[in-house]
């Protein structure tokens, strides 16, 4: 049974977010990484607050 989101600060580089997510859904870290950057340049910073507040709650 899968527990749920988890940071996987083994790969990641700052918290291990987009690393944990990488995990969750079977990819490539770096395509996680690329898709946050391009969603922060697009987004207008919102996906940078939800970033550091996964960060902050998640195990």
């Known amino acids: 049974m899968k ?3 988890r940071k996987n600060r083994r790969d990641g580089m700052v918290f291990g977010v987009c690393a944990g ?3 969750q859904f079977g990819i ?3 395509w996680t990484r690329i898709a ?3 969603l922060t340049l697009l987004g207008f910073g919102l996906p940078l607050l939800v970033y550091l507040t996964v960060a902050i ?3």
């Open 3 to 5: 527990q749920g989101f």
């Open 21 to 23: 997510m990488a995990d």
């Open 28 to 30: 490539d870290v770096l």
């Open 36 to 38: 946050f950057v391009a």
């Open 57 to 59: 709650l998640a195990p």
